[in-house]
């Protein structure tokens, strides 16, 4: 390379040697040309530390990497994580080419934690905080080459939730907060006039008249019509129109006694679409979703479309292992469909931030309740701090107020103190913006009797009433006020961490724990129902942190399950999936007699049969006795095996007298087998697309064998990136990890995945990339 032409090879670089990296076109690599459409900015960008002059026009990116968004600033492991490694300023530009002069937008769905928007070396734009999106305007966008300059301000330092620069470090909340643009980022040209919001609230969803409230936003006076048209199903129910003179527009749409409602069980949602126009020439178009339904929490329950619920579900954290926050949208909705699908949740407490829209897209279409959170845990800051958190509220509700998911705000600071004058000023704000849902906000034993007044709409209380070594209970209900629990066990009932690798009672006392905190709010209608902490391991240096990560889940950060998640798992209709999930291990190396007399088998079933080496061996007794108000209680088997035999056990279970399911389970490790396993089997090869990949030792019958050691190594072939570690240390793990492939923006191809573990030999996953994939 030529001394005298430093930026030229950059550039060449950026054309071939990126495009070669990133698996994109020759000649497009960095750059994305603008049309009429929104363009997803996942595919390349240039990432590194900050340094002086790093957001001008021409600054010598030579020492910066070739990135895709999501993107988190510092590799990651599974556990260990230090928050220095991302406490600093950091720089990400974006080569862009505009095909007309159009008005164009960038706009970022969240960046961790500050930051600070450059177009071709001009400062356009600032944001505080990492759980909202904001969208900025590019006004000097030139022909040709342009350049989007992105400071990403990571340090706890700042003054913004839930950070508290003045008192001490991360450690003082509990969960880290990675930096990074960690959620997806778009640019494109947009219409003159926009509509920027459109806020449809369904209204007497009980009643035959029915009818649907449209708030629109202009971003720009107009004189001309607006108009919507309500589809379900791809049919059309009804449409109505409103003359508009400015910047804002309402109107109600009737006529739809025919929507079919929104609920846990059938999620039917509806499409509005909203034009405005002036005279003939339409101005612009947006598509929102919304449901109908009718969702109150009261002094005796849940209701929804009046019907009682009690809310089933667990907390949940977005941060995932190796990546932090930074995994696309596919892998965002991944975690709600094991929440509800595979768990059983009816509700997910989003702890304790807003959470991704794919994440709540999700929640919509499958019926999955959400309680919305802004952000903070256990704090209150300074009043530059509260105006940010009351900017926070404003935020939140605005983005997420058309999810039919979405039944009540949390307006108040996870367990902080703060003072009533902040709270009803929050609370005010999130009604004024959307009266049709409740506000709250979790209490703890510390903040109950001074938050706990008239003007609570739910009380929510986060409930560690049972400490360790204690009977585990609940609070009794306040009365006069409708009543949620929104936290309890989590690590401070029972042991101080729940892991695969933990004893086998440690792994069945969680299980028992939270069955009993489900049975206990089962038992009591003024219960709304109990959200038990928490769904995922996640990292964090607060209490009972263990290097870096806090193992309260029911299942690990890889999203596999622990014996706890058995319980949720088993909480199904046995004619939809029927369950049946042994609370212990069927592996005579830790175990030679077996589990023992009174071993707990999670399950839906009426009836469990027993087989060893398939020979009648008894029938499992259900402990209802145990838990009277589960809807499907767990059944206690003895199985004591003599010394040196592992026979193979059978469980064959009943449901309305006939068989529903039979499982088997070898006794024998010498033929365990490596399993590698991806949750899809095809992706998108645009850059913003991922999917899991489970690697476990399992028994020849595919049950998870959580007593194996050994180091299992990846490789990966094909046009993307392994998101993971290159070696999997089972032993520290529990028998199973995971890792996530990502391809990079570009042609079509195969990802191979291959793993090796010494004693148990190889395995490989396979991932088609298209250009077509199923968005998921």
Not at 54 to 78: A, K, M, N
Not at 161 to 187: E, K
Not at 321 to 332: E, S, T
Not at 360 to 389: F, K, M, S, T, Y
Request: hydrophobic content about 40%; aromatic content about 8%.
């Amino acid at each position: 390379m030529a001394d005298t032409q430093p930026r030229l090879s950059r550039r060449r670089f950026l054309a071939a040697g990126g495009a070669a990296l990133l698996g994109v076109a020759a000649g497009s690599a960095g750059h994305a040309a603008l049309g009429p459409e929104t363009l997803r900015l996942g595919d390349f960008w240039l990432f590194g530390r900050y340094d002086d002059g790093c957001t001008e026009l021409g600054f010598d990116e030579i020492d910066l990497s070739p990135v895709q968004l999501p993107h988190c600033v510092t590799p990651l492991s599974w556990t260990g994580w230090d928050p220095a490694s991302w406490q600093d300023r950091w720089i990400y530009r974006k080569h862009f080419t505009a095909a007309t002069a159009d008005r164009h937008t960038a706009r970022f769905d969240g960046v961790m934690t500050n930051a600070e928007v450059h177009l071709n070396g001009t400062l356009v734009a600032t944001h505080e905080g990492g759980y909202l999106p904001f969208e900025v305007e590019l006004r000097d966008v030139e022909p040709g080459d342009n350049v989007l300059a992105v400071v990403v301000d990571g340090r706890w330092a700042l003054d913004v939730p839930p950070n508290l620069p003045r008192t001490g470090g991360p450690s003082v909340i509990d969960f880290y907060q990675p930096a990074g643009i960690y959620r997806p980022a778009t640019v494109g040209a947009v219409p003159r006039v926009r509509l920027t919001d459109v806020f449809a609230r369904p209204v007497d969803v009980l009643s035959p008249g029915r009818s649907l409230h449209l708030s629109c936003t202009l971003d720009a006076p107009v004189v001309g019509e607006v108009t919507a048209v309500v589809r379900q199903d791809g049919r059309e129910l009804s449409r109505g129109a409103t003359a508009v003179r400015g910047t804002t527009a309402e109107l109600d749409i009737g006529g739809l006694g025919a929507v079919r409602l929104w609920d846990v069980e059938d999620p039917a949602l509806c499409e509005v679409v909203v034009t405005v126009q002036a005279g003939k020439h339409a101005l612009d178009q947006r598509v929102v979703r919304t449901g109908f339904r009718d969702a109150r929490f009261t002094t005796g329950g849940f209701f929804l479309n009046g019907r009682r619920l009690k809310l089933f579900g667990l907390n949940r954290h977005q941060w995932y292992p190796f990546a932090g926050g930074a995994l696309p949208d596919r892998v965002q909705r991944r975690d709600a469909e094991i929440l509800r699908r595979e768990l059983n949740c009816t509700m997910v407490r989003c702890s304790h931030y807003p959470q991704s829209s794919a994440f709540l897209d999700a929640c919509d279409e499958l019926g999955l309740l959400v309680w919305a959170e802004i952000p903070g845990w256990g704090h209150v800051g300074d009043d530059a701090w509260q105006r940010r958190n009351l900017a926070d509220v404003e935020g939140m509700v605005v983005r997420d107020r058309n999810h039919p998911s979405i039944v009540v705000w949390g307006t108040r600071v996870n367990e902080a103190t703060g003072t009533t004058a902040m709270y009803r000023r929050t609370a005010q704000r999130a009604r004024e913006l959307d009266p049709s849902r409740p506000t709250s906000g979790a209490l703890a034993s510390s903040t109950l009797a001074r938050f706990a007044g008239s003007d609570v709409e739910v009380l929510a209380y986060n409930d560690y009433t049972a400490r360790r070594g204690a009977p585990f209970r609940l609070r009794p209900p306040r009365p006069g006020v409708p009543y949620l629990v929104t936290e309890t066990i989590g690590t401070l009932a029972g042991a101080r961490a729940y892991r695969r690798t933990d004893a086998p009672a440690v792994r069945q006392q969680q299980a028992e724990l939270h069955a009993k905190a489900h049975d206990l709010a089962a038992a009591d209608d003024r219960y709304c129902g109990l959200l038990a902490w928490c769904a995922f391991d996640y990292p964090s240096g607060w209490q009972r942190a263990i290097g870096g990560s806090k193992y309260a889940g029911v299942s690990d950060i890889f999203r596999l399950p622990k014996p706890a998640a058995a319980f949720y798992a088993s909480q199904g209709d046995p004619q939809v999936r029927a369950v049946i999930e042994p609370g212990f291990a069927w592996d005579f190396t830790a175990q030679p007699a077996g589990p023992g007399a009174g071993a707990t088998i999670w399950s839906n079933c009426d009836r469990l049969l027993l087989f060893l080496d398939d020979r009648p061996a008894g029938e499992a007794r259900s402990r209802r006795g145990d838990f009277p108000h589960l809807r499907y209680p767990p059944f206690a088997a003895d199985l004591v095996v003599p010394k040196g035999r592992r026979p193979q056990l059978r469980i064959d279970g009943y449901a309305g007298g006939r068989l529903v399911l039979s499982r088997r389970f070898s006794g024998d490790r010498g033929s365990d087998v490596l399993a590698c396993t991806p949750d899809d089997p095809e992706l998108r090869g645009d850059g913003t697309d991922a999917t899991r990949v489970v690697v476990a030792a399992t028994d020849r019958f595919g049950t998870l064998r959580a007593g194996t050691t050994g180091v299992v190594r990846l490789a990966l072939t094909g046009p993307g990136e392994l998101v993971g570690d290159p070696a999997l240390d089972f032993g520290a793990t529990g028998g199973a990890a995971a890792v996530w492939l990502r391809p990079f923006a570009g042609p079509p191809g195969t990802l191979t995945l291959t793993a090796h573990h010494p004693a148990l030999g190889s395995a490989t996953a396979t991932v088609r990339v298209t250009t077509n994939a199923t968005r998921s």
